[in-house]
């Protein structure tokens, strides 16, 4: 089979031998929507994937962050200055600037104890702050396997000790009505790349969120809470199991805590949060 690849500039003239005609080449741009809505499975969605894979492979790899050819997605300099999270409330991870075994959210909320355990990857800061809001705000997926690459690594290293490990990654469900505006739901990217990189079954229809809430940026923290009650629902697909909800900024945790709540009623056995960045929580 021989697949030929042609390149033509917008408005070229073509001469037909045979008829001699004229035929006119106008170029249309590519429409970004028309390749993301191709259905899995589909004629189209093959070709989508054969030639974005065909794209990368002949594009210059560049650093996401700085524009320097790297060879990956971000350069080791970029890769350095990503900030690290120290020391942490082991269950919502919040940062703590002195040791204690929870932070005070998290022993004022009862129903943080739903959640066993979070881990995050970075701190919400520079520069994973503009990697996180080219991904959600841009749809820029490379931003995405950065971040997910990024939380990968860190997962790997929490697996070791093998409880680990779950059974079931669950990204953080949009409302319907969100997700039709954003037009795809970041947390689900992120949590499709984790599970190829390490192997992990993902599950997009466990958890949904059944009540449109408002955004929680802007809310005040100790209303964030009240605001998600009742909003998940999550089906008996995590009876029995241990799950990991993945998101891709944690910052009072009352997302991933009531998300928690609504997975242990449905019979999970253990909840982790896995999230790629960490907020302190606002006001510290
Ligand atoms: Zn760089
Ligand atoms: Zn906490």
């Excluded at 700085?66 to 020391?87: K, M, Q, T, W, Y």
């Excluded at 997962?155 to 009505?177: F, Q, T």
């Excluded at 809470?225 to 999550?234: C, E, S």
Aim: charged share 20%; net charge positive; proline share 7%.
């Amino acid at each position: 089979m021989v697949i030929v690849i042609a390149c033509f500039h917008a408005n070229t003239t073509f001469r037909c031998l045979t008829h001699n005609t004229l035929t006119r080449f106008v170029a249309k741009p590519l429409n970004p929507r028309s390749l993301s809505t191709s259905k899995p499975g589909s004629a189209a969605a093959s070709i989508r994937s054969t030639s974005l894979s065909l794209l990368r492979s002949l594009a210059p790899a560049r650093c996401l962050l700085c524009g320097n050819h790297c060879g990956g997605p971000l350069c080791d300099g970029c890769s350095a200055d990503l900030p690290p999270l120290g020391r942490r409330c082991p269950r919502c991870a919040e940062p703590l600037l002195q040791p204690a075994p929870l932070c005070a959210r998290c022993q004022q909320n009862p129903r943080s104890i739903a959640l066993d355990s979070t881990l995050a990857a970075l701190l919400y800061e520079w520069p994973a702050d503009v990697l996180i809001k080219r991904l959600k705000f841009d749809k820029n997926l490379a931003a995405g396997r950065a971040l997910a690459d990024q939380l990968a690594a860190a997962a790997e290293i929490h697996m070791l000790d093998a409880s680990h490990r779950p059974d079931l990654l669950i990204p953080m469900p949009l409302h319907s009505s969100r997700r039709r505006w954003r037009g795809f739901n970041q947390s689900a990217e992120l949590a499709q790349q984790i599970g190829q990189q390490l192997d992990l079954p993902v599950t997009l229809a466990a958890a949904t969120r059944v009540r449109a809430t408002t955004t929680q940026s802007l809310l005040p923290a100790a209303k964030r809470a009240g605001n998600l009650r009742g909003a998940f629902q999550v089906s008996d697909t995590v009876a029995g199991k241990n799950i990991a909800i993945i998101d891709d900024v944690m910052t009072t945790g009352a997302s991933v805590i009531e998300l928690a709540f609504a997975a242990k009623r449905a019979g999970a056995l253990q909840v982790e949060g896995w999230v790629v960045t960490r907020a302190p929580a606002p006001g510290r």
